[in-house]
């Protein structure tokens, strides 16, 4: 088996276990993760996993409902923030000087607030809620993908075979269509499965502090932040386990992101091998 | 140099307008009702009482108005006063920021330190043992939410060992004045050992990178071939090329070490500005927040310019260069 049958068959699998976690949230009824008083604060165990939170509610199930939802938010947000990425990053390479120095001073003003300052505000503008989590992590993670998208462009702007079309005649958006966007597809798609971890975990960590969500969804950080206060009753499970499982599929998708990384990008596919 | 340094405060202070413009609009845009808010904490009032606070806060001017009130106001000092402190934004920021500064700078410190160590140690031990198992921690540790962390250390220093207090700054029930530094420190180990623990892995990555160049380089081969230690070529050569840009990268994170000191205080109940601007967004008190987002922002502008400074020191072609 080949290098590249290796990173398949990798990215195969993560793959697999990312969708499996989804579907097993969005499957598991809500019953399932019901208030039941009678049964609250209950040890792990056979019959419950993770056991029970401070309503008897089924920690194994909510973690992985919580968990699909995170997966939602984060795929969601980062589809957003690459198209603002992609479209902030060609126009800040093909347009015209003052442009150029325009979006890079935006890119510094969004990066000089800390992203959480930031995404405080930005919910608090919304009322909360889910929307003001979308647009929040949307507007704060397209900085350093648009970045990268504009020094690719700029680095294939000066290359012959561009040259050789232009003088052929074709306009600046045929070249971009059919020259520049195939390109930079892959280095996008990588972005954005790079970018995914860091939107799953702003999501849980604002709404752990109580501005993304609605306390009775089933969010890792609602979750998380609900545990904050038997804590100190030496109610730990309720802290540890969906904690891990957030790190564990963080995890994942940092390794899928590698893969493909290798996969659709050989020449760096060697220095790649030797930092991980 | 001096030439340099100022356009940069011209472009900080640029940047803090920006900042202070983009606020402003985001608190505007807000549903929530400021007037309504105040008066939540202030008891019953009657609505002729309330036409005449509306009128005296000028709630009703067009939004550019009272943004050039909020403008001239802070210029002159004055952030307002908060709703749910009830005393000047100011007071409050000042009092808030020398706690978080004791917070941020230890964990600043944990991390500069241990990064480097650790970050000198991988690059010794390039792909044997140390490295592979210290490299995995880093990368597991840059994947771990702050606020995760911070409930697990509270867990197992405070909730099983007893050997921390659960939170605050200082024992409860005792006067500010007669808090020893001694204190002080114990109280605020936990927070900052969370915000260095998940900071550390980027620093010692980095150290990593840097001491392999540096031991590939031509001028480590010539002094192996001179009979140098390991020891000394280290000290001589791999220090002084690998710590200068760590302190940069330092420097240059103030924006990860504030956000992260958001999430730290809250779980440790540290009374420090990341608190307050949490609790200032969840009760709707905007002079708080916006007060505490400038200051953010300056900070974060203040590491920025020390990083770029630092950057022509250490490399006399960007120094001269008028680009920076």
Redesign the interface.
Known sequence: MNQIHRHILFTTIIGALIIMAFLSGKLIPDAAAAVNISQKNLAPSLQHLFGTDWLGRDLFCRTLKGLSTSLTVGVTASLISAVIATLIGIAAAMGSKIIDSLISWLI??V???????LL????????RGLKGLLIGIAATHWTSLARLVRAEVLQLRSQQYIAVSRKLGKSNRWILTHHMLPHLFPQILVGVILLF?HAI?HE??IS????GLPPEQPAI?II?SE??KY??S?V?WP??FP?LT??II??LV?RLGDHLKLLLNPHTAQEQED?H | MIEIISKQILKIILLLLAVSVIAFTLVTLSPVDPVQQYLLGAGAVSPAQRVQLEAYWGVNAPPLQRYLNWLCALLRGDLGTSLIYRRPVMDIIAERFSNSFALMMCAWLFTGIFGSVLGCIMGMYKDKMPDRIIKKLCYILCSTPTFWLGLIILLLFSVWLRWFPIGFSTPIGMLNSDVSIWQRLYHLFLPALTLSLVSFGNIALHTRQKLIDVLNSEYILFARARGESDRTLLLRHGLRNTLLPALTLQFASFAELFGGSVLAETIFSYPGLGSAVSAAGLNSDVPLLLGITLFSALFVAIGNLIANILYGIIDPQIGKGAGL
């Open positions: 510094d003003l990066m000089g607030i800390p992203h959480i300052i405080i505000l930005i919910s608090f503008a919304c009322g971890p975990i849980a960590a752990f502090l109580g501005y950080g998380l545990s904050t804590l100190s030496g730990w802290a540890i904690g957030l790190i963080v995890l940092d930092t």
